[in-house]
DNA sequence: TTCGATGCTGTAAGCGCTTTCATCGATCAC
DNA sequence: GTGATCGATGAAAGCGCTTACAGCATCGAA
């Protein structure tokens, strides 16, 4: 009764092949690898009988012996919800997903900020049961670039770290030039008074789409305008548009770090009975899809999700294969003209 | 030279430790499971040892040693990325990776409408990589979830699968009432000619929204208004929404199966010259964050994706420990009242 | 005929961990 | 003092697979 439940159930393993055909597990084994020395009809018969008893290799004892998983983990050092909302997020999850298929590898999706204890993730990732590390979201201070380093686990950080770690691999995009875009779109224009809704200074992307911003304006001659910090999402960018709005009443323009930020610009700029771009105008970051269904539609700074997440994953698991790091990669942004600028 | 590349490298093992605290591999691992059969000096011994020397624990060993993985596959059965592109599903992956946080079990996040042949998946699953299951974003014909149970692997489905299969549980949101309440709602607010972009007939979900809508439009003793059937993508929904303008010029309200594609109608109204809600009253669906970006704001049937997602991780987790499939779970929806309607 | 290739196949030693079972003092009741 | 009991530890047998390495025909060349 209790004995027949699905605990006590058990797949065909190599050795119940191996037994049912006649042959040795290493037999088997090499038909299921493929590999070349065996002739074609003990092949046969092996394949034969391996469908006959719906066989299917038990991947974790081929880890084992392999001392290799084909899975890598993709972890988003984010601590709550509302910032994992963000849509540029779930591009990154869904392109990395996307690039990995047909490469036989696996995609795991760890949220380490929610992790108890801290060590937890390293020890997870160290523990084996994935060949390497991809990092997105990362935060100035974290300090697990290094650690994995140092424990030898490939990985490649999508956006710059803070500060440059030796053997680290990374592919930005480039936040400098994308911030100097937007600023030489608004200046070319014409627009004069220019204010800026930027990210958290914490985070490289946000520090350096405000750097390249500055020197847009700098190099027009124009002064700096205002600018308030959000923290990537609507409602932050709410909050920064109000205090901007107080700080400078005539503004004709504002670049926001994200497109959720703008779209909370947006709305205030609305509520403030300010018409976009005829009176102010809005530039965003990222160019998500919700960014061209904004009304008005949102000029944007677009970033080459894809092409990150391919690179990423490229670079990953050329330094699983043994390879060595490799230089950081700088991918290049354009600017998605629309209406609302 | 190219003997210390990262190859080469080998962390250490419980017998690493075992011979460097001098006790046995057993004792070790007690310790490292923390059974209660070891003495307090041993127990600390060992812990200090295992500091020393940065043990961590082999999870691919573990899992072949404890037949169980601690991991879940979260399986999304799409083709294209347009709709992957989808926020509910993004707003799904999330959910369930935040569900999972604490109970030690890892997501695997697998696209199995891209692998090359079908049975690749099933063969991934049955390979013991993952001890369970999810499906989400299922079509009519999918022969997966049958397989699985039949597979004897743990599994539950997000939503309704189109045939009752035994032993499978599922988690669905009430589709019907849904669409019901969205019918309802419009013929409340004085609608009499109202349309509908109903999704995916494939889809249980799209069509069970649109049965609740027609219960709804025959309760208040109204004709069934034309239908046009979308994708549940933005696209779809314009083209749905042009052709509906064509079947019926003077339709007073639109009902989306999903906000996207609202969306999509919002756009195609504003360039038809139809105000939104004056002329037209727009009801979506989801009620992902999107609903409430857009001009107007989009009234939509609001889904409880973070209970749903905790519901499915909890039959699942339990169905690992050897718990029945258990019943199907139905969750309420409600009406988010905005301005376009 | 003999020897060395050559080509398949089997043997067996791992991969790093868990877990049962046996062992061995120490403790306890009598 | 004796046997029963108990708690802590070790020995060893797996978990299911890969992969040297060895063995054994078979074949061609000398």
């Known amino acids: 009764m209790s004995s027949d439940g699905r605990a006590d159930f058990r797949p065909p393993t190599l050795d119940t092949v191996a037994a049912a055909a006649g042959v040795s597990r290493a037999t088997v084994s090499r038909v299921v690898n493929n590999s070349a020395k065996v002739s074609a009809d003990v ?10 008893l719906g066989y299917v290799p038990n991947r974790t004892a081929r880890s084992l012996a392999k001392r290799r998983t ?7 050092r984010e601590a709550d919800a509302t910032v994992l909302a963000d849509p540029y997020l779930a591009a990154m999850i869904i392109a990395t997903s996307r690039s990995l298929v047909g490469t036989g590898v ?3 999706l760890v949220n380490a900020r929610d992790d108890p204890e801290h060590g937890t993730l390293v020890d997870y990732v160290r523990g084996g049961h994935v060949d390497g590390v991809l990092l997105a979201s990362m935060h100035a201070d974290d300090p697990l670039p290094r650690v994995l380093v140092e424990a030898r686990v490939p990985t490649v950080v999508g956006g710059r770290p803070e500060r440059p770690v030796p053997g680290l ?21 014409g627009r004069r008074r220019i204010a800026s809704i930027a990210g958290p200074p914490d985070m490289t992307a ?10 847009g304006l700098a ?28 700080r400078d009443p005539d503004l004709d323009a504002v670049f926001a770090a994200n497109d959720l930020m703008a779209v909370g610009a947006l709305r205030v700029l609305r509520a403030a009975g ?3 771009p005829e009176d102010v105008a809005v530039v965003g970051y990222d160019d998500v899809e919700l960014a061209s269904l904004t009304e008005p539609a949102l000029t944007s700074v677009h970033q080459p999700v894809s092409e990150q997440a391919d690179t990423m994953t490229g670079l990953l698991l050329r330094q699983i294969g043994g390879a060595a790091p490799g230089d950081p990669v700088l991918l290049p942004v354009e600017l998605v003209h629309r209406d609302s600028s």
């Open 106 to 108: 696996q995609l795991v």
């Open 274 to 276: 300010r018409r976009v």
């Open 206 to 215: 946000a520090a350096d789409r405000l750097t390249g911003y500055h020197r």
């Open 169 to 189: 691999a990374y592919v930005d995009c480039d936040n400098v030039g994308g911030g100097r875009l937007a600023a030489e779109h608004l200046v070319g224009t």
């Open 219 to 246: 190099h027009a001659g124009l002064p700096i305008g205002p600018i308030a910090f959000g923290d990537f999402t609507r409602l932050s960018g709410e909050r920064a548009m109000t205090e901007l709005l107080e």
């Open 70 to 76: 084909d899975s890598v983990a993709l972890v988003l």
């Open 43 to 52: 092949r046969e018969l092996v394949d034969a009988t391996i469908t006959r």
